[in-house]
């Protein structure tokens, strides 16, 4: 094989759902709820394949989607965007994400990226010949070190790739956070790539703040969100870029020869989940913070130290106190000996010694389900 997808295995989340269907486990790994979204948006898709939308939709999606994503980012955050040549509907955030870096990163290219990170990153700077260069967000709280951001960026650097709230420890980037970050985009005169899927998965008094909505940032920003977080569709692999007529123009002309185009009858369905306004989105996300603090109250009883998240469906701990190993070790056991599988945060790191043992639960389920791990889970007090 090219040397550019020498070591990219298998994805930790294909390989730990595997492990979870073959011992029966309660799957806490892979980061998908186990309930659909709004039924408004399935009788669409249902309707939309029924009604013979089953071609190849536009290249950059359809109409009435790119409308209802500039409708809801104006809602939200009264950022204005033109569904002409400012919006561009992807393959899921994944394939959005990929086709930026390979429109803007150039061999030899450095990407300034959150670690830890989501594993597509490093994956796809690797595929695009760029160099992933990681600032730490370090426990316990994972905040972002501005100073270290700073100095991580040099003469080669192409691009920031900001995640905020973040996979996986669950950080909400702060106002003041996101203005470091501006204020030095602007300074060096920086592209800006934001994965912001979790944009509606904030807690307590937290608030999601767009890149983008910065002074200087919204004609140098790369604005990534997808349907599958969102509206719990996460199967339907709808996302969606938003930024400036020519940086649309390089993801798109990326895109294009990735999948074409993909998803013709989920995409009206996206477009009604939309437009159904905030009440359902409010809904999942204090169902979201429930969970959060059943699970994590629930790990903490046990005794593991729990970082509990303000964003995202996943919550931290560390098991160093367990003895049973590090992350991976005890990941890889954990479903044949208690049944229960989570995903070790050491493969979201460029050095992995540095989450060495750390481990990711994803809080995305039933009650019932969550119940049900922690009982699995209580040999561990
Ligand atoms: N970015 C982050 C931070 C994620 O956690 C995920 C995983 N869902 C994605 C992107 C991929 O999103 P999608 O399923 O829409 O491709
Ligand atoms: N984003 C999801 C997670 O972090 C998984 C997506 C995937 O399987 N690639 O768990």
């Not at 898709?45 to 290249?59: S, T």
């Not at 790119?66 to 002409?84: F, I, K, N, S």
């Not at 185009?261 to 204090?286: D, I």
């Not at 000996?337 to 989450?355: H, W």
Request: hydrophobic share 45%; with cysteine; aromatic share 8%.
């Amino acid at each position: 094989p090219a040397r550019r997808v020498q070591g990219l295995g298998t994805t930790i989340f294909a390989e730990m759902t595997a492990l979870a269907v073959e011992t029966g486990s309660v799957n806490l790994g892979q980061g998908f709820p186990d309930t659909d979204g709004p039924v408004e948006m399935v009788a669409a898709a249902a309707e939309a394949l029924q009604g013979g939308q089953n071609q190849y939709p536009p290249g950059p999606g359809i109409l009435p989607l790119r409308e209802a994503v500039a409708e809801h980012q104006q809602r939200c955050y009264g950022l204005v965007w033109d569904p002409a040549d400012e919006v561009l509907i992807t393959t899921g955030a994944t394939e959005a994400v990929a086709a930026a870096l390979l429109a803007f990163v150039e061999p030899g290219d450095e990407v300034v990226a959150l670690e830890p990170f989501y594993d597509s990153y490093a994956a796809c700077v690797q595929l695009a010949g760029g160099r992933l260069v990681p600032v730490t967000l370090r426990a316990p709280d994972f905040r972002l070190d501005v100073d270290a951001l700073r100095t991580a960026v040099t003469e080669k650097t192409k691009l920031l790739l900001v995640n905020s709230p973040h996979n996986p420890t669950g950080t909400v980037l702060t106002r003041a956070e996101l203005e470091a970050v501006a204020a030095l985009a602007v300074e060096r005169d920086l592209l800006v790539v934001t994965d912001e899927v979790y944009e509606h998965l904030v807690y307590d008094d937290a608030e999601h703040v767009p890149l983008a909505t910065l002074p200087g940032m919204r004609e140098r920003t790369v604005s990534i969100s997808s349907a599958g977080k969102t509206f719990s569709f996460t199967g339907w692999k709808i996302g969606w870029v938003t930024a400036a007529p020519e940086l649309v123009a390089a993801v798109r002309s990326a895109k294009q020869f990735l999948t074409y185009v993909s998803g013709a009858p989920f995409q009206p369905a996206v477009a009604t989940g939309l437009r159904l306004g905030s009440a359902p989105l409010e809904q999942v996300r204090l169902d979201l913070q429930r969970k959060r603090d059943l699970l994590c109250d629930g790990l903490e009883a046990l005794g593991l130290q729990t970082f509990r998240p303000q964003g995202t469906y996943f919550a931290t701990t560390d098991i160093a106190g367990l003895a049973l190993g590090d992350g991976v070790e005890f990941c890889r056991t954990l479903p044949r000996k208690l049944g229960v599988v989570a995903i070790p945060s050491s493969v979201f790191y460029a050095e992995p010694e540095r989450g060495r043992t750390l481990v990711r639960w994803a809080f995305c389920k039933r009650d019932e389900v969550l119940e049900e791990a922690l009982r699995r889970l209580a040999p561990l007090a």
